[in-house]
């Protein structure tokens, strides 16, 4: 096997032309093998195999700066940059990241877990390189739906006006993780389905450059420039790179690696910002009969033959499904909503919606800000919009959350999916910051369901609530309890806390999911002779008062369990009350530590920080020794 003897990028260029095909078919077919087991983001790195076999043999990394928009497109990079030996564990605990990392290898010049970065780090890349003057090519791979994304353009304006010496290479497949929407798709279409158009510019370019050489003369030159940029304006299809300083090449076929080589040769003669438009397809080569090319994303472990699914337990579904069922249901009552999502429709189960309300449904693409913002502008004209966006991304729209809805009193209603502890994804996916951003925005109601039918019933609320945005947050994990019908759950009352079971010796305020864990840790310390109480804190923000001040006053210890950064979050704003209305009560807060967390499942993630039963009761029988609370 040829793949046997790649270690690094070098080994790519040593080949034969002739066995370079057949290098990225080995790597295919390892890439279907490895995460058939392990799961995770395949279409895309499927997608652009032969490119990255390309890339090798063209440019000479770690020298060269290759930096890959949305890195999971870069499982095939990892194949081919020395960790084809570590594949096994992408994902998993202790392994390789499910992403591109700068500290797992110096052939990631960037890591990156959300879209539309490559772009603007590349352009700091070549500026850096500038001041330094060294001598080195930069190339940003921007690919799997991220030019939806509001930076890169903000990124192409800048590059494209420097002149600075950068390469582009614009994965066009036509998706992100549901296919690709807005006007730029359209054009990117357009330019695929008019490769004659690239051939007559290039050969009307070259005639005049010809005779401006043969001829000589400014006035000349001056008017094969006017007639060029007129040619440019009326044939070409990469008319929008040209106008924002790129010279444009393509669109090439991205599954065809003499042509990129031969295209990638021409490009690096040439300096100035540059555009390489190759065209692929998402999920080449996977296994799977039916045409959902969604399912091509990501996967959880399957058959490597057929794609199908391994067979799994089904038990208890997913929040995600039972938001996307409950909003489907509550749509028949409530005829006022949208459902507004950013290029994730099935990530957020708002795919749901859409085939049952297809007129209110949206979906903008990769552009959590912009999701915001139109949220925003309907909301003006009385329209209740619900955008649902993973925590980890809405992070990316918070000036908007604040400036364009908050400020404004707007009825938003923010569903977080993946909130907390991620799971495999890792770090850059974490959705633990949300409880703190959230509570720090003005007029915001913040809020966190206990299980599915207490998620049915904030969302009615949220609904009903005019006063401003309004937020839920969930994890991604299974949903405790069944789903009931919509229509038999009422609306929860706005601001109210709920009491779970009563003690005497200390509270456990638990948020969300955590309300099970602290449950069981009630349970294990009734053992040691602690009575707990247990209250489902599920508004965080505003705070039910009334069952607060009687907790401070009937509880020297109050606990608060939440799944989020432990920093700002819940348990400091409730210290920060408490201190002000009951002093001699104690607040211990109880979250996930101020720092960055690896790959692994969720349930270990949680247990690494004490955030199960066992490990509550164990701080709090720690805390009873300190308070003398054991009952007598």
């Known amino acids: 096997m040829i793949l046997e003897t790649i270690h690094s990028p070098a080994d790519v260029r040593a080949l034969a032309p002739e066995q370079l095909q057949p290098l990225a078919d080995e790597v295919r077919q390892r890439l279907i093998d490895v995460v058939s087991h392990t799961g995770g983001h395949i279409g895309a790195g499927l997608g652009v195999v032969e490119l990255t076999v390309a890339l090798c043999a063209a440019f000479e990394s770690p020298r060269d700066k290759i930096v890959w928009d949305v890195g999971h497109q870069g499982y095939p990079w990892k194949i081919l940059t020395g960790r084809n030996d570590r594949l096994h564990t992408l994902r998993q605990r202790g392994g390789l990241s499910g992403f591109l990392r700068r500290d797992e290898s110096e052939h990631d010049q960037f890591g990156a877990g959300h879209a539309g970065t490559a772009l603007s780090a590349a352009y700091g890349m070549a500026a850096a390189r500038d001041l330094k003057r060294e001598a080195f090519e930069v190339v940003a791979v921007v690919g799997d739906g991220a030019m939806t994304c509001g930076l890169p353009y903000e990124a192409l304006n800048n590059a494209g006006d420097s002149g600075r010496d950068i390469i582009v290479v614009l994965n066009d497949n036509g998706m992100s993780i549901a296919p690709n929407v807005g006007a730029l798709n359209k054009y990117l279409g357009s330019i695929v389905a008019s490769p004659m158009t690239v051939r007559i510019r290039e050969r009307v370019k070259h005639l005049i450059e010809r005779a401006s050489h043969i001829v000589g003369g400014k006035k000349l030159v001056d008017f094969a420039k006017n007639v060029e940029e007129s040619i440019k304006n009326l044939w070409s299809p990469g008319m929008l790179f040209e106008e924002l300083g790129f010279r444009y090449f393509g669109p090439i076929d991205g599954h065809n690696i003499g042509q990129m080589l031969h295209t990638f040769d021409i490009v690096k003669t040439l300096k100035g910002p540059r555009v390489v438009h190759v065209i692929t397809e998402k999920g080449k080569g996977f296994p799977l009969p039916e045409p959902d090319l969604e399912k091509y994303h990501a996967r959880a472990p399957y058959d490597p033959v057929t794609g199908k699914l391994r067979p799994v337990n089904p038990g208890l579904p997913q929040w995600t499904k039972v938001f996307g069922e409950a909003l489907t249901q509550l749509a028949a009552e409530e005829s006022n909503f949208v459902t507004i999502t950013a290029a994730m429709p099935s990530g957020t189960g708002t795919n749901i919606f859409q085939k049952k309300w297809p007129e209110r449904f949206f979906d903008v693409g990769i552009a959590e800000a912009h999701a915001t913002t139109f949220a925003a502008g309907l909301a003006t004209q009385g329209v209740r919009p619900v955008v649902a966006i993973y925590s980890t991304f809405l992070q990316r729209a918070y000036d908007s959350i604040i400036h364009d809805v908050a400020i404004q009193k707007l009825s938003v209603i923010f569903a977080l999916d993946r909130a ?107 053992a040691d002779g602690i009575a707990a109480s247990v209250v489902n804190a599920r508004f965080l923000k505003p705070m039910d008062r009334e069952m607060l001040d009687a907790l401070a006053q009937s509880h020297k210890l109050l606990v608060t369990v939440e799944d989020g950064t432990v920093v700002n979050g819940f348990g400091a704003a409730l210290a920060a009350l408490v201190q002000t209305t009951a002093p001699d009560s104690r607040v211990v807060a109880l979250g996930v530590p101020d720092r960055t967390y690896e790959h692994a499942p969720r349930a270990q993630q949680l247990a690494d920080v004490g955030l199960t039963g066992d490990g509550i009761a164990a701080r709090i029988r720690a805390l009873a020794a300190e308070e003398s609370l054991t009952t007598r």
Do not use: N
């Open 420 to 526: 907390g502890m991620v799971g495999e994804d890792g770090q850059t996916h974490m959705g633990l910051y949300d409880i703190a951003y959230m509570l720090a925005v003005p007029h915001m109601t913040v809020t966190a369901p206990k299980d599915a039918g207490e998620m049915i019933g904030l969302l009615r609320c949220a609904l009903h609530h005019t006063e401003g945005p309004f937020s839920l947050r969930y994890p991604r994990d299974k949903a405790p309890g069944e789903a009931p019908p919509a229509a038999e759950v009422p609306a929860i009352p706005y601001g109210t806390w709920e009491l779970l079971r009563k003690g005497k010796d200390c509270a456990i305020i638990a948020v969300g999911v955590m309300c099970k864990p602290a449950l069981d840790a009630a349970d294990a310390l009734a």
